[in-house]
């Protein structure tokens, strides 16, 4: 049980509910910022705005999985109001109050360093990162048929990287029918991909394996798809960059090419809010289980 842990809940996708759901259930505190346009009511759970907010009481904040953005803002499709993360507003917080995020930035590194916060960013841990790769696959699926007028089965894609995504979607895509070449810059990757009986190549290599592809899926948080590689790829190739934001991609040069190119960011919070937030849930329900544990410990 989480009793006598005040959480701090700051804007998020449809994945917040299960997190919100979960937490509420194991009896934690709830306070809830950016999320006046959600109908629902939980029992221990308050809605609030964040300049009402007591950080002073607040021993654990958790931000959507993309954490802020460049300049501390945090995304919440609960509400139309401008909502920022500020480093006096952690400087108010507890010395235990650990901050929660899926993935992170130099802002978010930045305050939580210099406020001497803890910052835990769930996609690093592998278990959860694999796990997410599931609803991202099933969304990635969606968009390649929503976008294309051809099969998956017998198309032509490339995957450029071999990481907990990069593999999901490989796999997928190969069991869809699709002839899938995976890039990569490790030759460990390059030995994985041939054991999964799919064609692997070296990232020096790409312009060579982009100019028959019906469908380039990016996992690679760096600009792999630059000007020059886009120019070589057939008029109809589709792209869909699944890189946290900005992505891979040169979108300005793909679209003046004529080339689609989709930024496809939080696909699990669209395609599949209710797994992947019970999975997120679980996680956060146990790790702060065990901080407020430990903290107890010191305490006795
Ligand atoms: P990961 O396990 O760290 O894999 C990243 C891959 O990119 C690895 O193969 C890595 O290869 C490669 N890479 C990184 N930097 C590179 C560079 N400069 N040049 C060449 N290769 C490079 O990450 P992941 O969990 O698969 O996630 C991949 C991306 O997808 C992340 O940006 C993540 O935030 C995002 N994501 C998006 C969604 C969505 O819904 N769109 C869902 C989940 C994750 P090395 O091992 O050689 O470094």
Redesign the pocket.
């Known amino acids: 049980m989480l009793t006598g842990l005040h959480v701090a809940v700051i804007g998020g996708d449809a994945r917040q509910i299960e997190i919100i759901r979960t937490l509420t259930e194991r009896d934690a505190k709830l306070s809830l910022i950016g999320f006046e346009q959600l109908d629902h009511a939980f029992a221990g759970a308050v809605k609030e705005k964040i300049d009402e907010l007591d950080f002073s009481s607040i021993d654990a904040l958790i931000l959507p999985?993309?954490g802020t953005n460049s300049e501390g803002q945090v995304d919440s499709i609960f509400s139309s109001e401008r909502i920022f993360l500020l480093e006096e507003m952690l400087e108010r917080t507890p010395e235990h109050c650990t901050i929660y995020s899926?993935?992170s930035n130099s802002y978010l590194k930045g305050i939580t360093a210099q406020t001497k916060r803890r910052l835990v960013q769930l996609?690093e841990r592998?278990d959860v990162?694999?796990y997410?790769?599931i609803?991202?696959v099933e969304?990635?699926i969606m968009m390649a048929i929503q976008h294309t007028d051809f099969t998956i089965h017998g198309s032509k894609v490339v995957v450029?990287?071999?990481?907990?995504?990069?593999?999901?979607v490989a796999r997928a895509f190969s069991a869809l029918g699709a002839r899938v070449r995976v890039?990569?810059?490790?030759s460990k990757?390059i030995a994985r991909i041939t054991e999964m009986s799919l064609t692997p190549f070296y990232?020096t290599e790409l312009e060579l394996n982009i100019c028959d592809a019906d469908l380039v899926i990016n996992?690679?948080?760096?600009e792999?798809l630059s000007a020059s590689v886009i120019s070589k790829m057939p008029a109809h190739t589709l792209i869909i960059?699944?890189?946290?934001k900005p992505?891979?991609t040169d979108f300005r040069y793909a679209e003046k090419r004529g080339i689609k190119a989709l930024?496809?960011?939080?696909?699990?919070?669209?395609v599949a809010p209710k797994s992947a937030g019970k999975l997120l849930a679980n996680v956060l329900a146990q790790l702060l289980k065990e901080d407020l544990q430990k903290r107890k410990g010191k305490a006795t």
């Open positions: 999985v993309a899926g993935i996609f592998d990162a694999i997410n790769s609803p991202t969304g990635t450029l990287g071999l990481g907990r995504v990069g593999m999901s890039g990569a810059r490790k990757h990232l996992t690679i948080p760096h792999v960059d699944l890189a946290s992505g891979g930024l496809a960011p939080s696909l699990p919070g669209i």
